[in-house]
């Protein structure tokens, strides 16, 4: 047989019981918060409709929707059209004879797009959260993937932002039970709409946000070029350049934001929202754009201190992504969590508890036929009683059966040999410490309680 080159596409993974359990751990703490706060669990398919999601993450997040090939395409009948098709393709065009649906981006697109299908079923204001992966074309590196996990949060009808409130403290409150030492980062749309007018128009808020979101990555000279490429003027780009330089306390920041844009009604209103919403653990930033066009107001971003990682949650008002699905006015506000970053910090920082790895507590040794069978019987009582427990799948040496214990990290072991089963006895162990003592069967359920 030929040798097979075994693989996996670029920007995935595998993930063995030990990372799976530490995920697990970062889920279900994000999920009890959740469920503390009024949020319903929703899911959505792997797959949407390829207009489902075009034109809703910029020009930059287009670009990086999976699109999935339609079926059929080795139909003589489709020549024609399929080959119409790619040379749209080629033209930089979509083509509904070669792809009609698309690997999900995100995860607030197909929730807006379940809102609008479901509003009228819905309680509102509707709370949900959704857990699960997503696809992203983008250059795989560490902390970025093109296959990963999102856990989000949204609110819907209503626009109170006791909402904003609410999503800030959840961040706050997950990121302490998980032990990281996190900046939650604030802004608001509103004031990146307030700079636009004051440079020129509303019609230059996206150029001006996509320019401003790739400041940590490009620099600000690099900024600056692209704002001059996108046509704004060198007075234009003087007043963006005075607006990403303020600094310093929340306090001396929103002085300064007021001097430079108070006087615009956008700039006030955006202003005005911070000054609500600001409490301990949240800093602003006006250099935070998040380049998505959906947005309308408030803005998180949350950044990991003492680690060098990209940004491990985001999210902010949308009052009318619903509206691109044909049902106006219902308004909504998101976060989400990064769990893959979230992961490789924790990681790095050694912040997953010890009991974590643990999966199976108890392993009985098999000591043949009727042992075994004895074991078996004690063992499934600990299994009613929830403890995870095994029975080594043959007869063999003890060193053999030890060294799958250790493996393992199975951390305690029970022995019913000939001599103990005749006297109605077993043997524990625990491997940490060596410890050995011996039990009448009866006993068994009250040595584990």
Not at 37 to 48: D, K, R, V
Not at 201 to 228: N, S
Not at 232 to 258: P, R
Request: glycine share 8%; hydrophobic share 40%.
């Amino acid at each position: 047989m030929a040798k097979v080159n075994v693989s996996l596409p670029q920007g995935t993974r595998d993930f063995g019981a030990e990372v799976v359990r530490k995920r697990n751990y970062i889920f279900n703490t994000i999920k009890t918060v959740f469920e503390l706060y009024g949020f319903e669990p929703l899911e959505t398919p792997a797959m949407e409709n390829l207009d489902t999601l075009t034109g809703k993450y910029g020009e930059e997040g287009d670009k990086l929707i999976f699109k999935i090939l339609n079926n059929g395409l080795d139909n003589p009948a489709k020549e024609q059209s399929i080959k119409e098709g790619f040379e749209k393709i080629l033209a930089g065009k979509n083509s509904t004879a070669i792809t009609e649906r698309a690997l999900k981006y995100d995860l607030t697109i197909p929730f807006a797009r379940y809102v609008a299908m479901n509003h009228h079923s819905l309680v509102m204001p509707f709370k949900r959260y959704q857990i699960q992966p997503v696809w992203r074309a983008d250059r795989p590196q560490r902390g970025r993937y093109r296959e990963f996990y999102q856990c989000d949060a949204d609110v819907v009808g209503s626009k109170s932002l006791l909402n904003e409130v609410e999503l800030a403290t959840i961040y706050a409150t997950v990121f302490e039970k998980l032990g990281i030492d996190v900046e939650i980062k604030i802004n608001s749309r509103k004031i990146l709409a307030a700079l636009a007018e004051v440079c020129g128009g509303a019609d230059k808020v996206t150029a001006i946000t996509v320019a401003i979101d790739k400041l940590d990555k490009i620099g600000i000279d690099k900024v600056k070029e692209e704002l001059q490429q996108r046509g704004l003027t060198t007075s234009q780009i003087n007043i963006i350049e005075q607006y990403l330089n303020i600094s310093g306390t929340n306090d001396e920041k929103l002085s300064a934001i007021k001097t430079l844009l108070g006087k615009n009604e956008n700039g006030k209103k955006g202003i005005e929202e911070i000054e609500y919403i600001i409490q301990s653990k949240i800093v602003i930033d006006f250099t935070l754009a998040r380049g998505l066009n959906y947005y309308t107001g408030i803005i998180f971003e949350v950044k990991a201190n003492n680690v060098q990682m990209g940004s491990i949650g985001g999210g902010g008002r949308y009052d009318d992504l619903t509206g691109l699905f044909g049902v106006p006015n219902i308004p909504g506000v998101g976060i989400s969590f990064g769990v893959d970053r979230i992961y490789d910090v924790m990681e790095e920082l050694k912040l997953f508890p010890a009991d974590v790895h643990t999966g199976t507590k108890v392993l009985f040794f098999n000591m043949g036929e009727a042992e075994s069978k004895k074991a078996f019987e004690l063992m499934q009582q600990l299994r009613a009683n929830g403890i995870a427990a095994e029975l080594y799948h043959e007869q063999a040496k003890f060193d053999k059966q030890f060294k799958y214990a250790e493996k393992k990290g199975i951390p305690t072991i029970i022995i019913i040999g000939n001599k103990e089963l005749e006297a109605g006895t077993l043997l524990i162990k625990q491997l940490a410490t060596g410890e050995q003592q011996s039990f009448i069967w009866e006993e068994l359920m009250s040595f584990f309680r």
